[in-house]
C-alpha cells in the first residue's frame, strides 16, 4: 500500500470514529456515551479510537489544534502595517463552520446542528473544563508569539495581557452565540450578532479603557 493510501485511509477511519462520537453524543450527551461504545459503533477496536484521540474530550473537540494553528499563522503572515489585534479580529470575525454552512444558504441546517452542538457542551462539565484548558493552552501560545515579535522577555506581563484580552472577545462570543442558540435564534441571526458585537469588542480594545465607565 502506498503511503498516500494509507494516509487516505487513516483520515477515512478518523473521520468515521469522530463522526460516530458526534452522533451518539447528540443523541445521548457526552457524559453518557463511553469509548467502547463508540468503538463498537465505528466498528473498531477501542485501542484504535485512542490511537487517533487519546482523551474522549479529543473525540469531541477534535478541530481545536487546528483552530490554534490557524489563529497564529493569522497573526504570524499578517499584511506589513497591519497590528496583531487588526489581524485577531479579521481571523475570529469571518465565518467558518457551521455560520459558513449557514452563509451559504443552509441556515436550517446549521441552526438545528448549532444548537445540539451547544447543548453538548453545555451540559457537561467535563467538555467544559477542557475547553478552559485549551483556552489556557491558546494564551500562552498567542503571549509567546507576541511576546517573540516584540522582543519582550520570556516572562514580560504585557504580551500576556494582550493575549489574554483578545481571547477574552474569542470566549465572549463564543458565550453570546451558545446563548443565542439556547434562546432559539437561527445561525444566520447570531452570526450577524456575532460580526456586531466582535467589531464592537476589539474596537474598546482597540481605543483602550482609559475613559471607558468614567463616573460622571
Known amino acids: 500500500m502506498s503511503s498516500g493510501l494509507r494516509e487516505r485511509k ?29 468503538a463498537r459503533q465505528a466498528e473498531v477496536a477501542e485501542k484504535t479510537v485512542y490511537n487517533y484521540f487519546p482523551t474522549k474530550e479529543d473525540l469531541f473537540y477534535s478541530r481545536l489544534e ?18 496583531v489585534l487588526a489581524a485577531f479580529e479579521g ?5 467558518r ?7 451559504s444558504g443552509d441556515d436550517e441546517t446549521a441552526t438545528e446542528q448549532l444548537r445540539s452542538v451547544t447543548r453538548i457542551i453545555t451540559e457537561s462539565p467535563a ?8 483556552f489556557a493552552r491558546y494564551t500562552d501560545a498567542l503571549a509567546g508569539l507576541i511576546a517573540e515579535e516584540t522582543g519582550a522577555p520570556p516572562d514580560a506581563v504585557e504580551p500576556r495581557v494582550a493575549a489574554g484580552a483578545m481571547l477574552s472577545v474569542h470566549r465572549e462570543l ?3 452565540v451558545r446563548r443565542r442558540a ?23 480594545l482597540a481605543d483602550g479603557l482609559d475613559d ?3 463616573r460622571r
Open 10 to 38: 487513516k483520515e477515512r477511519t478518523r473521520q468515521l470514529i469522530a463522526d460516530t462520537a458526534r452522533q451518539l453524543f447528540a443523541e445521548r450527551g457526552f457524559d453518557a456515551v463511553t469509548v467502547a461504545e463508540i
Open 66 to 83: 487546528a483552530f490554534e494553528e490557524e489563529l497564529l499563522a493569522a497573526i504570524r503572515e499578517r499584511g506589513e502595517g497591519e497590528s
Open 91 to 95: 481571523f475570529i470575525l469571518e465565518p
Open 97 to 103: 463552520g457551521l455560520f459558513a454552512m449557514s452563509a
Open 127 to 134: 467538555l467544559l473544563a477542557r475547553e478552559r484548558q485549551v
Open 174 to 176: 463564543i458565550d453570546y
Open 182 to 204: 439556547l434562546a432559539g435564534g437561527s445561525a444566520r441571526t447570531i452570526a450577524r450578532g456575532v460580526r456586531g458585537e466582535g467589531k464592537r469588542a476589539v474596537a474598546r
Open 212 to 214: 471607558y465607565g468614567v
